[in-house]
T-cell receptor, first 115, second 115 residues
Framework: DAMVIQNPRYQVTQFGKPVTLSCSQTLNHNVMYWYQQKSSQAPKLLFH???????NEADTPDNFQSRRPNTSFCFLDIRSPGLGDAAMYLC??????????????FGPGTRLTVL | AQTVTQSQPEMSVQEAETVTLSCTYDTSESDYYLFWYKQPPSRQMILVIR??????QNATENRFSVNFQKAAKSFSLKISDSQLGDAAMYFCAYRSSNTGNQFYFGTGTSLTVIP
């Protein structure tokens, strides 16, 4: 089945130790998103890719970076995780980021714990 | 940026009864899309229903329907014949048809279904 896959589902890292979260999709969607979701809060958009074009939200800290080596994969790199970065990280895709009605399809998320 | 407001942090409903979740949004645009997403505990966020602003007819998906009031900028979700599996966090989301690929989420409503 076509889907959005996130690995790992649970990630534990140490304060200040770089960590990479992975997202892949078999939907062949051209837009991929990364959200941060803290407990009982709405997902907060960090950035998204429209094909290879990277779009960063203005309030996303520099500590967060992303890579999209190809259509299928997108990575979230946290260069120096702080305790405040502990959250669920959601990856989502959409088919065409332009002028069409477009639904986002979410992955199951990666829960990040920072010790 | 557009804002999406969900004024009910928590709601409860008796099994088999009907419940309505509220959502209002602020925009100066005339063309946009609205969504309701469901996020069960520790599970993936999935689309429940979506509405194109240019359509006057309210969207319906089985037991889920919306009451879209464009002038009032209101987009409520009605769940009929509530089931235990409907228990989840529900997020209302807005997407512009003209500017960018961002989805704007409300803060969510936690729905409890009472057996």
């Amino acid at each position: 089945d076509a889907m959005v896959i996130q690995n790992p589902r649970y990630q534990v890292t140490q304060f200040g130790k770089p960590v990479t979260l992975s997202c892949s999709q078999t939907l062949n969607h051209n837009v991929m998103y990364w959200y941060q979701q803290k407990s009982s809060q709405a997902p907060k958009l960090l950035f998204h890719y429209y094909d290879k074009d990277f779009n960063n939200e203005a309030d996303t800290p520099d500590n967060f970076q992303s890579r999209r080596p190809n259509t299928s994969f997108c990575f979230l790199d946290i260069r120096s995780p702080g305790l405040g970065d502990a959250a669920m990280y959601l990856c989502a895709t959409s088919r065409d980021g332009g002028y069409n009605t477009d639904t986002q399809y979410f992955g199951p998320g990666t829960r990040l714990t920072v010790l | 940026a557009q804002t999406v407001t969900q004024s009910q942090p928590e709601m409860s409903v008796q099994e088999a009864e009907t419940v309505t979740l509220s959502c209002t949004y602020d925009t100066s645009e005339s063309d946009y899309y609205l969504f309701w997403y469901k996020q069960p505990p520790s599970r993936q966020m999935i689309l429940v229903i979506r509405q194109e602003a240019y359509k006057q007819q309210n969207a319906t998906e089985n037991r889920f329907s919306v009451n879209f009031q464009k002038a009032a900028k209101s987009f409520s979700l009605k769940i009929s014949d509530s089931q235990l599996g409907d228990a989840a966090m529900y997020f209302c989301a807005y997407r512009s048809s003209n500017t960018g690929n961002q989805f704007y989420f409300g803060t969510g409503t936690s729905l409890t279904v009472i057996p």
